[in-house]
C-alpha cells in the first residue's frame, strides 16, 4: 500500500456508541452447500456483545456466505444462528426483524444514484422504520456527522470519492440503530489513499463499543482493532485467538501460507 498522500484531508469521526450490551452471536455448527458443494462445513463462532472479530482467509474460503447466513441471506442447510440468545435459523422467524437488528456493509457500497446523499440515509428510516422526514434527517446528519460527511448531505453519490461513498454506506447502516455491524470487505474496492478514512470510522466504531463482524484483508486493521481474529480456509474455521496469537505465533501450515502472501 501506498502511504497516505498530504493531499489526502485527514477524516475527522465521531466515536460512535453502539447499542452497548446488546448484539452478541452465535453460530453454532453452520452448514451451507451450493449444489454439490459444500462451502461452510460446520462453522462455530461466538461474538460477544461489543466484540470486534475480524475473519480473514483466502478468497472462496465462505467468508461471505458466513456473513450472509448471520444475515439471513442465505438460509443455512445445517446449525443454527443467535443474536443475544435467540435463534434466527429457526422457522417462522420474521426475517425483516432479524434484518433489522443487523447492519451491513458491502464491498460496493450500492448506494441510490439518483438520491442524494441525505435521501440515501433517510430512505430506510421512513419507508421501514416509518420515522417522519424531519425526524429521519435529524438522524441521517448525525450520523454523516459521525462519518466525517455532514456537509456532503446534499451531494450525490457520483459526486463523492469511493472512500466517501463507503462512508455514506456505513451511516445508512448505523442510521438504523443495528446491534451489530456486518462489513464484507468494505475498503476491497478503494484506491489504497482512501482506505484509510474507512477504516478510521470502523475504529471508532469499534471504539464505541459496536459489535462487530469484520471480513476483512486489511491485516493492519484486524491487528490493531480486532479482539479476536479467526482464520477460515476451505469453508472451516482453521484457527481463531487474539491477534497476537494469528499473526505473530499462527499454528497451521495453512495459516502460515496464506500471511505469507499477504503481509
Ligand atoms: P469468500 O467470501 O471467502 O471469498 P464466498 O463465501 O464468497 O467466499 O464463497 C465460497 C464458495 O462458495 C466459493 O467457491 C464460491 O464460488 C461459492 N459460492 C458463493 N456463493 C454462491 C452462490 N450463490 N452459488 C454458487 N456458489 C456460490
Ligand atoms: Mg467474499
Known amino acids: 500500500h501506498r502511504e497516505s498522500s498530504s493531499e489526502v484531508p485527514a477524516v475527522s469521526v465521531a466515536v460512535v456508541s453502539g447499542n452497548a450490551g446488546a448484539g452478541s452471536v452465535r453460530v453454532e455448527g453452520v452448514r451451507k452447500c451450493f449444489g454439490p458443494v459444500e462451502v461452510l462445513k460446520g462453522i462455530d463462532l461466538r461474538v460477544a456483545p461489543g466484540e470486534v472479530v475480524c475473519i480473514i482467509g483466502p478468497s472462496g474460503s465462505g467468508k461471505s456466505t458466513l456473513l450472509r447466513v448471520i444475515n439471513r441471506l442465505e438460509e443455512p442447510d445445517g446449525g443454527r444462528v443467535f443474536i443475544d440468545d435467540e435463534e ?146 476451505q469453508g472451516k474455521v482453521v484457527e481463531a485467538g487474539s491477534p497476537e496469537q494469528l499473526f505473530d505465533d499462527p499454528q497451521s501450515d495453512r495459516l502460515k501460507k496464506f500471511l505469507a502472501e499477504v503481509l
Open 88 to 233: 434466527i435459523t429457526g422457522k417462522g422467524v420474521d426475517i425483516n426483524a432479524v434484518r433489522s437488528r443487523l447492519g451491513m456493509v458491502f464491498q460496493n457500497f450500492n448506494l441510490f444514484p439518483h438520491m442524494t446523499v441525505l435521501a440515501n440515509v433517510t430512505i430506510a428510516l421512513r419507508q421501514v422504520k416509518g420515522i417522519s422526514k424531519a425526524e429521519a434527517e435529524r438522524i441521517a446528519r448525525d450520523r454523516l456527522e459521525d462519518v466525517g460527511l455532514a456537509e456532503k448531505a446534499n451531494s450525490r453519490p457520483a459526486q463523492l470519492s469511493g472512500g466517501q461513498q463507503q462512508r455514506v454506506a456505513i451511516a445508512r447502516a448505523l442510521a438504523m440503530q443495528p446491534e451489530l455491524m456486518l462489513f464484507d470487505e468494505v475498503t476491497s474496492a478503494l484506491d489504497p489513499e482512501l482506505v484509510k478514512g474507512v477504516l478510521d470510522v470502523m475504529t471508532n466504531l469499534a471504539k464505541g463499543g459496536m459489535t462487530m463482524v469484520v471480513v476483512t484483508h486489511e491485516m493492519g486493521f484486524a491487528r490493531r482493532v480486532a479482539d479476536r481474529v479467526v482464520f477460515m480456509d
